[in-house]
C-alpha cells in the first residue's frame, strides 16, 4: 500500500513539473516576442508604412489642388502700405478649411484602399537575430487604417536677397495605421509635411513673421 501511494505521489509531481515547465517556456516565449521580436519587426513594418502613408497623402494633395486650381493667392493675402512696405499678410480662412476638408476626405479614401494593404516581412526578422531579418520566406502583415485624418497649416518665411522673401505654405497630414502581428497590433501616428503653394513677395516684410518662423495655424 505504501509503494502504491509513493508512485501516485510521484506521477503526481512529475505532472505538476512538466506543466511548469511548459508553462515557464511559453511564458519566455511570449516575454521574448512581446520584448525582443516585436519592436524589430515594428521596425521594419514602420519604412514600409511610412512609404504607403506619404505616397498616399501626396495623391491626394495633387488631387485636390488640380480639381480646385488653387494658388497662393487663394489661400494667402498680402495688403501692402503707401510705401509699399507690407503691412500685413492674412490667411484666408475659409479656403484654407475647404482645402483641408477636401483632403482629409481624399485622403480617408486612400486610406479605406489602404485596408487592404499586407507588408512582407522575412521570416528571420521573427527570430529577433538581426543577422537572419532578411533571410527566410515573407510573412505577411496586414495594415488596418484606424481614427481620422488630422490637418494643420504651417507657414515658413525665408529672406531672399534684399527686400525679397520667400513664402512657403505646408500642410501637416497626421494619419494613424494599425499594424496586425502574429501575436500583437501596434498602432503608427504618421505625420506628413507636404508643400502646397510657395511665393516669392517683393517688399519688406515685417520682422514678426521671421520672429515666429514656422508658425502653425
Same mark, same amino acid.
Given at each position: 500500500m505504501k509503494c502504491q501511494s509513493r508512485k501516485k505521489l510521484s506521477l503526481k509531481t512529475k505532472t505538476y513539473i512538466c506543466l511548469g515547465t511548459f508553462l515557464f517556456i511559453l511564458l519566455c516565449l511570449f516575454l521574448y516576442f512581446q520584448f525582443i521580436v516585436t519592436p524589430l519587426v515594428v521596425d521594419?513594418?514602420?519604412?514600409?508604412?511610412?512609404?504607403?502613408?506619404?505616397?498616399?497623402?501626396?495623391?491626394?494633395?495633387?488631387?485636390?489642388?488640380?480639381?480646385?486650381?488653387?494658388?497662393?493667392?487663394?489661400f494667402m493675402e498680402i495688403n501692402y502700405a503707401q510705401d509699399n512696405s507690407i503691412s500685413f499678410i492674412s490667411a484666408n480662412t475659409i479656403t484654407?478649411?475647404?482645402?483641408?476638408?477636401? =483632403?482629409? *476626405? +481624399?485622403?480617408?479614401?486612400?486610406?479605406?484602399? #489602404?485596408?487592404?494593404? /499586407?507588408?512582407k516581412v522575412p521570416l528571420g526578422s521573427f527570430t529577433g537575430i538581426t543577422a537572419l531579418s532578411g533571410v527566410g520566406p515573407d510573412i505577411a502583415l496586414h495594415v488596418?487604417?484606424?481614427?481620422?485624418?488630422?490637418t494643420s497649416f504651417r507657414s515658413n518665411f525665408v529672406s531672399e536677397g534684399i527686400n525679397q522673401t520667400i513664402h512657403s505654405l505646408y500642410?501637416?497630414?497626421?494619419?494613424?495605421?494599425?499594424?496586425?502581428?502574429? =501575436?500583437? *497590433? +501596434?498602432?503608427?501616428?504618421?505625420?506628413?509635411? #507636404?508643400?502646397?503653394? /510657395?511665393?516669392?513677395?517683393?517688399?519688406?516684410?515685417?520682422?514678426?513673421?521671421?520672429?515666429?518662423?514656422?508658425?502653425?495655424?
Open positions: 521594419v513594418s514602420y519604412a514600409h508604412v511610412d512609404s504607403v502613408a506619404t505616397t498616399m497623402i501626396s495623391d491626394a494633395i495633387y488631387e485636390v489642388t488640380q480639381e480646385g486650381g488653387y494658388d497662393y493667392d487663394d484654407l478649411n475647404n482645402f483641408a476638408r477636401e =483632403l482629409s *476626405t +481624399k485622403a480617408q479614401i486612400y486610406l479605406d484602399k #489602404v485596408g487592404s494593404y /499586407e507588408i488596418v487604417p484606424i481614427g481620422s485624418v488630422i500642410i501637416d497630414v497626421n494619419v494613424s495605421l494599425s499594424v496586425i502581428l502574429p =501575436l500583437t *497590433t +501596434k498602432n503608427l501616428d504618421f505625420v506628413t509635411q #507636404v508643400l502646397v503653394c /510657395e511665393h516669392f513677395i517683393n517688399g519688406k516684410v515685417p520682422e514678426v513673421y521671421f520672429n515666429f518662423g514656422n508658425s502653425v495655424f
